[in-house]
C-alpha cells in the first residue's frame, strides 16, 4: 500500500484539467437531473475550458432553458410572455376570417339579385316562344334549319291567334319564333264581339315577318231617316247611302252625318250594339237658315253641343248650328286626366264663325 501512494510522479500533467470541470459543474446544480440524463453535453463543456468564465456562465443558462422547455412542454419557461403573442395572432386570424365570410356574404347576394334578375329577362322572352317550341319540338325532322320571329299585331289588341291550327297561348301582339319554310301558313284572329279573320302569310327573307289584321266589330243594324229625305249620309266621313237608310255597321261608336250640298249637314255621334236596331232621325234644314262654327284648339280637344258629343274634334272642320240659340259648347282635353273648358255661342242666322281657345294656360 505504501508503494502506491509513493508514485504521485504522474499526475504533473493532469492538475490543470482536473479542477476546471468540478469548478464548472456548480452551474448545473439547480437541475443534477438533466446533467444525469444526458451526459453527452459533458465534453462539449470541455471544449469551451478555454473560454472565460463569465461566457461559460452567459451560455450555461440559455442552454439551461431551452432544456426545461422541451423537457417539460406542458409548463414551458416564458409561457406568460409567449401568450399575449399568441392571442394577438389568433385575434388577427379571426378578423380575418370575419371579414372573409362577409366580403363572400355581400358578393353571393348580389350574384343572386343579378342571377333572378337575367332569370326574369330571359322568362319574358322565352314566354312568347313557347307555344311554338313545344310544337316544334314534336313536329321537327331535323335540327340545324334557319329560323324566323313572326310578329303579329291586332286592332284593337287582346285577340287569341291560332297558327296552324293551333291555339297559342298568348294574346295579340305577340311574337314567336318559327322554323323558316318556303309553305304559306294560316293564321286566324278571334275576339269576342268582333268578327274573324284569317290570314295567309309566308316567311319573309328577313329575320322577322309582320302580321298586322284589322278585326270588324259584330254587326248591328242602323236605321236612319232625316226630314226632308233623300240626304246623303256618311258614316266615320265615308258617303254610305241617303236617307231613308237601313245599313249593317260594326258595333261601337261611330259618327254620323245627315245632309250637304244646299242643306246644312247635322252630325251626331252614336253607339251601335251588337245584334241591336239604332234608330235615328234628323231634321236638315237649308244651309243658309243656318249657323257655321268652326273650333280650333291647342291641344286639340273633343267637341260637345249642349252636353251631347258631335262626334268632332277641334280643327276637323265647321259645325252646322241652328241660328238665335244659346249653345253650351264644351271641349274636352286631357286624357285620362280629363279636363273641360266651357264656351256659350249664339250666332245668327248664315253667320260663320270661327275662334281659337289656348287650353294650355288652364
Not at 508514485?7 to 459543474?25: D, G, L, N, Q, V
Not at 334549319?145 to 291550327?165: K, M, Y
Not at 250594339?273 to 232621325?281: D, M
Request: avoid cysteine; charged fraction near 30%.
Amino acid at each position: 500500500m505504501q508503494a502506491v501512494e509513493v508514485a504521485p510522479p504522474t499526475p504533473a500533467p493532469a492538475p490543470a484539467p482536473a479542477p476546471e470541470p468540478k469548478a464548472a459543474a456548480p452551474a448545473p446544480e439547480p437541475k443534477p437531473e438533466a446533467e444525469a440524463k444526458k451526459p453527452e453535453k459533458k465534453p462539449a463543456r470541455l471544449k469551451g475550458a478555454d473560454k472565460p468564465p463569465e461566457e461559460a456562465k452567459a451560455e450555461a443558462p440559455a442552454k439551461k432553458k431551452g432544456k426545461q422547455a422541451s423537457d417539460t412542454p406542458k409548463v414551458p419557461v416564458g409561457r406568460k410572455q409567449l401568450r399575449p403573442g399568441l392571442t394577438q395572432i389568433q385575434r388577427v386570424g379571426t378578423g380575418g376570417g370575419l371579414r372573409t365570410w362577409l366580403i363572400g356574404g355581400v358578393v353571393t347576394t348580389l350574384a343572386l339579385a343579378a342571377g333572378a334578375a337575367v332569370g326574369m329577362y330571359r322568362g319574358k322572352q322565352v314566354s312568347r316562344q313557347t307555344t311554338f317550341r313545344q310544337m316544334e319540338v314534336a313536329n321537327r325532322e331535323g335540327g340545324g334549319l334557319a329560323t324566323v320571329t313572326v310578329f303579329i299585331s291586332s286592332e284593337p289588341p287582346g285577340a287569341t291567334v291560332r297558327f296552324d291550327s293551333r291555339e297559342l297561348s298568348e294574346k295579340t301582339p305577340l311574337a314567336v319564333e318559327r322554323d323558316r319554310d318556303a309553305e304559306a301558313h294560316q293564321v286566324q284572329l278571334s275576339m269576342p264581339g268582333y268578327a274573324s279573320t284569317e290570314r295567309s302569310v309566308k316567311y319573309d327573307s328577313g329575320p322577322i315577318t309582320v302580321l298586322e289584321a284589322k278585326l270588324e266589330g259584330d254587326p248591328g243594324r242602323l236605321e236612319v231617316s232625316s226630314q226632308p229625305s233623300e240626304q246623303p249620309v256618311f258614316i266615320d266621313g265615308q258617303r254610305v247611302g241617303e236617307t231613308p237608310l237601313i245599313r249593317e255597321v260594326p258595333h261601337g261608336k261611330h259618327l254620323l252625318e245627315v245632309g250637304g250640298g244646299d242643306r246644312a249637314k247635322v252630325h251626331e255621334e252614336i253607339t251601335v250594339q251588337v245584334g241591336e236596331k239604332t234608330k235615328v232621325y234628323k231634321k236638315v234644314p237649308k244651309a243658309d237658315a243656318m249657323a257655321q262654327l268652326l273650333i280650333d284648339s291647342e291641344p286639340k280637344a273633343r267637341i260637345l253641343i249642349n252636353g251631347q258629343p258631335t262626334g268632332r274634334f277641334t280643327g276637323d272642320g265647321a259645325l252646322d248650328l241652328p241660328p238665335g240659340v244659346d249653345h253650351d259648347v264644351r271641349l274636352e282635353y286631357g286624357g285620362s286626366n280629363k279636363r273641360q273648358r266651357a264656351l256659350q255661342v249664339n250666332l245668327e242666322r248664315g253667320e260663320h264663325r270661327r275662334i281659337f281657345v289656348d287650353l294650355t294656360s288652364s
